[in-house]
């Protein structure tokens, strides 16, 4: 989804800088985007369907993450050459995966076809935050999954199991890293959970931010955007900030959400709109008066305050990854130098 907003390719590259050799991609299109900026990491792609995307996936050298017997079969079908695959295994998450009960298959199928080499195992963690509790869901899950690596035949290099929530729970919990993990939120600095946090060893890479482009001096009584939702109670200063819901602001932050300008939190003033979104700038205490062009932060840090992804979620009632995930292509990325 974009690196969860990020911007796919610049942070592939960053972390292509800092030694990693893996990134995941959920579809074939994602990961032929990678190359296309030269990305030259090994991109596993846990979503593909058909000849099409089969035939796409070895002309561009994307490792296919294979969860089902049709996928098995168009590749049988397709390569040429040898071909790296990983596997996935349904241990209890009930999306993609094969089952325990068939490893004998595919066993028989890689024997009767050694161009298709297996280099990786994994599976996925429903309710990754319990993994260090006894006898929990991801507990159980593991347990599963080791029974199957035990069944093939020689060793595979990479077995590939924890998320971001299971990794933070073995951390906490000063227990070993069995099996190889797939970040997802940590990578960006977000914890997973309320109830698992790795801050401030970890910090949020991207702040979302706009700046004033209009001003309206509302009187008492007024209303404020759409369906006028919002009624000024005494006069007031409203700034017009140019980002709304279709670049990611969340439509449900009308009127309960805030953002930071001159330093200090600022109420979200009536309905978000597609494109704007106003604000209370009455009581904004600073020696200078609010004027267009000043800084305007959805969530970040400025001054002393900070606004934070978590926060932003609970208020506007979605998760975390929802909230980064919904920060739209047209919204300017622009990326600093990793310190």
Known sequence: ??????GDVAIAKALEKEGCRFVGVASVEEGLNLRKYNVALEILTFGFYGKEAVQEMLAHQLTPVVSSFEQFENLVLLAQSETSLHLKFNTGMNRLGFNFNDVNRIMDLLVRNPLLRVKGLCTHLHSGENMSEPDSSSFVQVQTFQKITKLFNSPVPYQHVYNSAAMLAIYKNRQNFSFGSRPGLLVYGIDPTENLSLKPLISP????KSKIVGLQHVRSGEVVSYSGTWQAPKDTLVGIVPAGYADGIMRSLSNC???L???ARRAILGRVCMDYTMVDLSSVQTTQLPQIGDEVIFWGQQGREEITVEEVAQKGQ???????????ERVPRIYGVLQ
Request: hydrophobic share 35%; no cysteine; aromatic share 12%.
């Open 1 to 6: 989804a974009n690196a969860y907003g990020h």
């Open 205 to 208: 890479v991207m702040e979302f």
């Open 257 to 259: 959400g805030e953002v």
């Open 261 to 263: 300008v001159g330093g």
């Open 318 to 328: 979605h998760s975390t990854y929802e909230v980064m995930t919904g920060v739209s």
